[in-house]
């Protein structure tokens, strides 16, 4: 619906041969939750297609993904489609099910977790390669609308002051520096990627952090250089924070990306949410995250707003 934390814990909902621990930021892992036999049963008969039909918008039960929800929901509405929103539901096999069913239409995905649910042997990383894979791979009755730029992802992210004094852009710009900087993450982060890091990017790391959840916060305290932080943590904007690029994408696609059931979505459906892609970008949902997550503000109201400043409300 996010890898060495969250999108690993997506894949294990498919094949336990992925492990990962939680990300605190959004409120929970991308439809890595618990899901409940309410959950698993919900839904009032499907959502029918063509015009005039409700569209019914899903969504997992972390704060991200409803707030997605609730723009894709929005979106529809003011285009005039008739829409019921089912949010908080749970994972993502309730999910997907409810999708296949026609009990659920639309659904904020995330590509690179979605191939890896479906498929754990998937090695697409780009997001081309993962939307083509993903053709390929779904059944004929869903389908995924345009990916937005916006990706909940992990990065090496850097502080603002220590962007500045070494001019670091991309994860290439640390092969310098690495060997006098600390790098923090969750336990599990050096064993799954130290190596990986030598051979695509030639960094080796003076030392290596369990900083786990408090690594937003290690970064912005001094304690490490470097920290594995998800791209829409709220606390990359509270902190000042710089996620750097991954022009070799050692972390994989994770566009958030609208997966619908065909039946259930007209061109006029589909429109609205290929324009919502088409304005949602990482910095812009990181900063309505902040508003949730740390200003606690409505969901709906954040959605509102932003729909309202893109032209899409």
Do not use: H
Request: hydrophobic letters at 40%; glycine letters at 12%; aromatic letters at 6%.
């Amino acid at each position: 619906m996010k890898r060495s934390r969250r999108v690993v814990v997506l894949g294990t909902l498919a094949a336990l041969a992925l492990g990962a621990t939680a990300c605190g930021s959004s409120g929970g892992d991308p439809l890595g939750g618990g899901s409940s036999a309410s959950a698993a049963s919900g839904g009032s008969g499907g959502s029918g297609g063509g015009s005039g039909s409700t569209v019914v918008v899903g969504s997992a039960n972390f704060p991200e993904n409803v707030l997605l929800g609730s723009i894709y929901s929005q979106a529809l509405k003011a285009k005039g489609v008739k829409v019921e929103e089912k949010f908080n539901i749970g994972s993502r096999e309730v999910l997907y099910g409810q999708l296949q069913s026609g009990n659920l239409t639309v659904l904020p995905e995330y590509n690179g977790a979605l191939l890896a649910y479906l498929d754990a042997k998937a090695t697409a990383v780009t997001t081309q390669d993962v939307n083509a894979a993903l053709a390929k791979t779904l059944p004929a009755s869903l389908g995924i609308l345009d990916s937005s730029p916006a990706e909940d992802k992990d990065s090496l992210s850097v502080s603002q002051e220590t962007a500045d004094k070494y001019n670091l852009k991309s994860i290439d710009d640390l092969a310098a520096k690495a060997g006098e900087f600390t790098i923090g993450g969750p336990p599990e982060f050096k064993s799954r990627r130290e190596q990986q890091f030598k051979d695509v990017y030639a960094l080796t790391f003076k030392e290596w952090k369990p900083t786990a959840d408090t690594t937003a916060n290690a970064l912005k305290d001094g304690g490490i250089q470097v920290g594995n932080v998800f791209t829409t943590d709220p606390k990359i904007v509270q902190y000042k924070l710089v996620p750097l690029t991954d022009p070799k994408n050692v972390f994989g696609a994770q566009n958030i990306t609208p997966l619908v059931n065909k039946s259930g979505v007209d061109a006029t459906a589909t429109a609205a949410l290929n324009a919502v892609s088409a304005k949602l970008d990482t910095a812009g949902l990181t900063a309505l995250m902040k508003r949730v997550a740390v200003d606690k503000e409505d969901p709906s109201t954040v959605a509102k707003d932003w729909l309202k400043s893109n032209g899409l409300g």
